[in-house]
């Protein structure tokens, strides 16, 4: 564990800094060294650390100031604080600030090597307790696969169904719609959850490196092939294999993909051995694979064979209400991922994501939050912390295709603009607040 630790030396003293970076290397943590208050604040805002190691007495910005500061910016970061001028007060002080410990100088290398380990087994704890927490909530839920509108309600009903089957899916979805995510979920809740689910890029290979990568081949097939290797095929055995972009790939690798679905057995490239495989087929594309067939650059039996079942997955603009509860599910996991404090946003900044088209879907909403949480300097995310939907206006975008939907978006944008402010809201539409909490029960939201 020590390997993976970054400590930092926050010391006036050069002497001070390069002894116990000496010494903290020789145990295997990762160092970093800064001179100054302000230095400190500054690298803690720009990288992780676990533990700092911070000097009380010093000019300019002092130990108390400092560790308010990193504190604030990065509130998971445990700070040990030291000096040679003990007393109970400044203790006491610097444990309320948030300290984790202080140590007198000059100490004794056993106790600081005793505290760091403390703080190293509690962190590893507090990291296995989030992921068993995480893997518990995408067993019992949808993991990262976020919704409460009525198109993603009825997507979870249907991953619901399918997934005890065997059968093939085919999910269907512009880029950034979650395709992947929904290939997982249906693995995750079927009987071959504790099996491997393997996926494949289609169109990140060319032909000759996808069909090696799923088949595998046997030592000298062709030129560097100096071992045998396994394909993907052989490795999910038992489990799921996901291929995504299958629109992309050619007609050849196309029937001899054909020819595994139907006999559940394949040869390695060079090989004479007919290897039998028992695995689900799920397969994604954001290409109009009927579009493809007339074209001729799509095989229609092997469309047939993977359309058993089909799940479409509705662009973000045609479920802007799943925006507010997405955009703080993104700010969760960065503050986490990032060591960040948690933000709120302003109902102008929501009123951004609310009217922007989104032609990079969910995943272009999740690399823009990223940013937000990582430029933002504020409590709260602002529209200038979202310069991509610069002159984006707070009106809503394409008009939705019934009353009740239109109704719904209208009442969300509201609601959000006003903080969740009953109230407000309902003066704003010009309706009592029963009538507007029957709305909020009727349509589902939630803050």
Not at 246 to 259: E, H, M, P, Y
Not at 302 to 326: A, H, K, M, Q, T
Not at 357 to 366: A, C, Q, S, Y
Request: proline residues 4%.
């Amino acid at each position: 564990m020590a390997g993976k630790f970054r400590i930092l030396v926050v010391d006036d003293e050069a002497s001070v800094r390069e002894s116990l970076q000496d010494w903290l290397s020789e145990e295997g943590y990762e160092m970093g060294l800064a001179e100054s208050g302000f230095k400190a604040v500054e690298l803690v805002k720009n990288q992780n650390w676990n533990v700092v190691l911070l000097d009380l007495k010093m000019p300019g910005m002092d130990g108390l100031e400092t560790l308010r500061k990193i504190k604030e910016t990065a509130p998971n970061t445990e700070v040990i604080m030291m000096t040679a001028y003990a007393t109970m007060e400044t203790a006491v002080q610097s444990i309320k600030e948030g300290a984790y410990d202080y140590l007198v100088k000059p100490f004794d290398p056993k106790e600081m090597d005793h505290r760091i380990k403390k703080i190293t087994a509690h962190q590893e704890l507090l990291i296995e307790n989030i992921l068993l927490k995480k893997q518990l909530k995408e067993q019992v839920a949808f993991g990262e696969i976020v919704g409460q509108s009525p198109k993603m309600i009825e997507l979870f009903e249907l991953i619901e169904q399918v997934a005890p089957t065997d059968s093939t899916v085919l999910i269907t979805g512009e880029s950034g719609t979650g395709k992947e995510l929904v290939a997982r979920a249906i693995h995750t809740r079927s009987r071959r959850c504790y099996q491997p689910f393997i996926a494949v890029s289609s169109a990140a290979l060319p032909e000759t490196l996808l069909e090696s990568e799923l088949f595998g081949f046997e030592k000298g097939a062709f030129t560097g092939a100096d071992r045998s290797k396994k394909g993907r095929f052989e490795l999910a055995d038992g489990g799921t294999l996901f291929l995504d972009e299958i629109g992309d790939v050619s007609l050849k690798t196309q029937a001899n993909l054909l020819r595994v679905l139907e006999e559940r057995a394949f040869q390695r490239i060079g090989g004479t051995v007919t290897i039998e495989v028992d695995v689900r087929i799920l397969t994604a594309t954001n290409r109009d694979l009927k579009k493809a067939i007339a074209e001729g650059a799509f095989r229609e039996d092997l469309f047939y064979r993977l359309n058993v079942i089909s799940i479409p997955l509705p662009p973000l603009r045609e479920r802007r209400e799943d925006i507010p509860l997405l955009t703080r599910h993104f700010i969760e996991k960065f503050s986490f991922e990032l060591n960040r404090p948690q933000k709120d946003i302003s109902a102008e900044a929501m009123g951004q994501l609310l009217a922007y088209n989104w032609p990079g879907n969910v995943r272009e909403l999740k690399n823009i939050m990223e940013r937000a949480m990582v430029i933002s300097k504020l409590k709260e995310i602002l529209p200038q912390d979202l310069p991509f939907l610069a002159g984006t206006t707070g009106k809503p975008g394409p008009v939705p295709d019934s009353l009740e939907e239109m109704e719904k978006l209208h009442i969300t944008r509201l609601l959000v603009e006003n903080n969740w402010n009953i109230s407000r809201s309902a003066e704003k539409l010009n309706i009592d607040r029963q009538t507007l909490y029957n709305k909020i029960n009727k349509y589902k939201l939630s803050r």
